[in-house]
């Protein structure tokens, strides 16, 4: 009868938070899953600045946006675990074009960096004051 190997000290604290070592853990040396699951702990199930729901949000946003079908479907879950509610992922869907679809537009257009950087701030000076009004 083989025996199993004892798990590591960081594998069991995946184990113990996910019920398992979560997919991209188990595959990396055990010195890199070390030093990268408190990163990954932190920032899937622990405290940050940014609220869990949001985070996870963003992180949709970027699977659609890499077209990672992995990172789509695990931050479509977490987003809902955290109280993501329908129409917020439904927003989430629409913005993730946001971003990629303008920058696309910008670089097509050879669109210069150091004259966008400026109408920037003007169309921030505007909106500022149209908000002190």
């Known amino acids: 009868m083989a025996t199993q190997e004892p798990e590591t000290d960081v594998e069991q604290q995946m184990t113990d938070t996910f019920g398992q070592v979560p997919p991209p853990l188990g595959t990396i040396p ?3 899953a070390e030093s990268e699951w408190p990163f990954f702990e932190k920032y899937t199930v622990g405290e940050s600045e940014i609220p ?3 985070r996870e949000l963003m992180g949709l946003a970027v699977a659609a946006n890499i077209k990672c079908p992995y990172c789509a ?3 479509r879950k977490a987003a809902r675990l955290h109280g993501a509610t329908e129409a917020e992922l439904e927003e989430t869907y629409a ?3 946001l ?3 303008y920058s696309a537009m910008l670089h097509a257009q050879e669109y ?3 004259q966008f950087r ?3 701030a003007q169309m921030a000076d505007h909106l500022q004051a149209q908000a002190d009004d």
Do not use: A, C, W
């Open 73 to 75: 479907h695990f931050h």
């Open 30 to 32: 055990e010195d890199d």
């Open 112 to 114: 210069d960096l150091d």
């Open 95 to 97: 913005l993730s074009s």
């Open 99 to 101: 971003t990629s679809r």
């Open 118 to 120: 400026v109408e920037v």
């Open 52 to 54: 869990p729901k949001y």
